[in-house]
C-alpha cells in the first residue's frame, strides 16, 4: 500500500476535492485493526482532481504536494502525504444536507452550533470543517476563500465511535495576517455522548474585507 | 523569567510544533526566513508557546512578523516579568 489513488469527488457545486473526503478515504486504507487515530493533518494546496496517498514512503517528484496527516495506533505513527494526479477533474457527486444548525458567534472567530451525523469519523470531520468555516463566513463584512489548513494535537477515532448529536465549540488562539489572508489556530470542542473526542487545534484561511 | 528560560521555552515549542531540531538555537536566528516554521507552523508554535508560559503574548498580534529568537525573547521576557 504504498501508493493509493484516493476515490474522492467533487461534490455539489464546489470546485475543489474537500479535506473531509481525502481524510475520510485514507482512513479507510489506514483501517482500524489495531485502532487508529487522526493526530495531525495539513493540507498547503487545494485541487479539483485527483489525490494520490502516499504512505510512509518516497514522495513522487513530479506531483504537487497537497498536504499530509498523521495517524497513530498504539505500534506507533504513520504519516501519508497526499498528491494531485495530473490529468482529468475528480468526477462530480451530489451535494449532502446540512449537518450543523442553531449556529451562534460573535463575528471574532467564537462560536457554537449543533450537530447531526452518522457518528462516522468523516460525517464527524464533515460536522466540524462546516461549523468553522461557518464561523469564519461572519468575520467581516465579506468574507470569501475560506478554506481548512491544518488540524492538530487530535485524538480522532478511524471507528464510527462519535456521538450522532452535540455541540460544537470554537475558541479562538492565535490570529496572524499572511499575504493578505488571515490565518486563525482555534481550539474545538465537542460535546456529546461519553464518544466525544477530546479538544483539537484546527486552522483556516480566509480573506476577509470590511466596509 | 531569564532570557536563558525565555529561550529553553522557545525551544520547547518549537520542538514540539516541528519535532527535533539541529544544534541550538541562538538569538540571532529566524524561524521564518530559515525556514523551520512556515506560516501554519507559526501559529502552532505561538500557541504551544503561550500554553506552556500560560499567557497571551500580547506584543504578538495578527500582524506579528519578527521572527528572530531574540526578539521573542525580548517579548517572553517582558510579558513574565
New interface residues.
Given amino acids: 500500500m504504498a501508493r493509493q489513488p484516493l476515490n474522492v469527488f467533487i461534490r455539489g457545486t464546489r470546485d475543489y476535492v474537500q479535506g473531509s473526503q481525502i481524510l475520510g478515504r485514507t482512513a479507510e486504507l489506514v483501517g482500524n485493526d489495531p485502532p487508529a487515530v487522526l493526530v495531525s493533518a495539513?493540507f498547503?494546496k487545494i485541487t479539483e482532481r485527483g489525490v494520490l496517498a502516499v504512505f510512509d514512503g518516497e514522495a513522487p517528484g513530479d506531483l504537487a504536494e497537497l498536504g499530509r496527516a498523521q495517524f497513530a495506533t498504539d505500534a506507533g505513527r504513520q504519516t501519508v502525504q497526499f498528491f494531485e494526479v495530473v490529468g482529468d477533474k475528480a468526477p462530480p457527486i451530489e451535494d449532502v444536507p446540512r449537518v450543523t444548525a442553531n449556529f451562534e458567534t460573535d463575528g471574532k472567530g467564537t462560536g457554537s452550533a449543533t450537530f447531526t451525523i452518522t457518528g462516522t469519523f468523516e460525517s464527524y470531520l464533515v460536522a466540524i470543517i462546516e461549523f468553522v468555516k461557518a464561523v469564519h463566513a461572519k468575520r467581516g463584512d465579506r468574507v470569501t476563500d475560506i478554506w481548512f489548513?491544518?488540524l492538530?494535537g487530535a485524538r480522532l477515532p478511524l471507528a464510527a465511535s462519535y456521538p450522532e448529536t452535540g455541540t460544537l465549540r470554537l475558541t479562538p488562539?492565535?490570529?496572524?495576517?499572511?499575504d493578505g489572508r488571515?490565518?486563525?489556530?482555534s481550539l474545538v470542542d465537542t460535546e456529546g455522548d461519553d464518544n466525544a473526542p477530546p479538544q483539537f487545534?484546527i486552522?483556516f484561511s480566509c480573506v476577509v474585507e470590511n466596509d | 523569567m531569564t532570557r536563558e528560560e525565555a529561550l529553553t521555552a522557545i525551544t520547547k515549542a518549537l520542538t514540539t510544533t516541528v519535532g527535533d531540531i539541529d544544534g541550538t538555537l541562538g538569538e540571532d536566528t529566524n524561524l521564518v526566513d530559515e525556514g523551520m516554521l512556515d506560516s501554519l507552523d507559526s501559529m502552532t508554535f505561538l500557541f504551544e508557546l503561550e500554553n506552556d508560559l500560560g499567557l497571551k503574548l500580547e506584543a504578538i498580534d495578527e500582524t506579528y512578523e519578527d521572527f528572530r529568537v531574540g526578539s521573542i525573547v525580548d517579548i517572553v521576557v517582558a510579558a513574565t516579568s
Avoid: N, P, W, Y
Fill in positions: 495539513k498547503t489548513t491544518a492538530m488562539k492565535i490570529e496572524r495576517m499572511v488571515l490565518q486563525t489556530l487545534q486552522c
